[in-house]
């Protein structure tokens, strides 16, 4: 079990990095309304830019957390919990906006992936 936790750990912290830091500026058919950049993302979901720059300093520090909590395992909880709230925030708004719900997909995988962690 302590591997597959191991194994969730990366697949989450590893995929929010690389939405956040390398594929930031790229089109995928996982954006929010028909936005090519995060930033156009949060645009179509009706908030500021700013909150934009919020959700994913968080979002990048939690996932480094979940990453250092395989070492030092009283990091797990509040990053798994944390990356958890705001993989939800994430599913809302896409319903928000109507989006088609596999544009949900990912942040309900990595949001059942943290929920996993949390509790085993």
């Given at each position: 079990?302590?591997?597959?936790?191991?194994?969730?750990?990366?697949?989450?912290?590893?995929?929010?990095l690389n939405v956040w830091l390398i594929q930031k500026?790229?089109?995928?058919?996982?954006?929010?309304?028909?936005?090519?950049?995060?930033?156009?993302?949060?645009?179509?979901?009706?908030?500021?830019?700013?909150?934009?720059?919020?959700?994913?300093?968080?979002?990048?520090?939690?996932?480094?957390?979940?990453?250092?909590?395989?070492?030092?395992?009283?990091?797990?909880?509040?990053?798994?919990?944390?990356?958890?709230?705001?993989?939800?925030?994430?599913?809302?708004?896409?319903?928000?906006?109507?989006?088609?719900?596999?544009?949900?997909?990912?942040?309900?995988?990595?949001?059942?992936?943290?929920?996993?962690?949390?509790?085993?």
């Open positions: 079990m302590e591997y597959f936790i191991i194994v969730c750990k990366v697949a989450v912290a590893l995929s929010l500026d790229k089109a995928t058919k996982w954006r929010g309304g028909n936005a090519t950049t995060i930033l156009e993302e949060f645009e179509a979901y009706g908030l500021p830019k700013w909150s934009c720059y919020v959700i994913g300093f968080l979002k990048v520090t939690l996932a480094l957390i979940l990453l250092a909590s395989i070492g030092l395992p009283y990091l797990e909880n509040p990053a798994a919990a944390g990356l958890a709230v705001l993989l939800l925030g994430s599913i809302i708004m896409h319903l928000k906006i109507s989006d088609p719900l596999y544009k949900s997909f990912p942040a309900f995988l990595f949001l059942v992936l943290c929920v996993l962690i949390y509790l085993l």
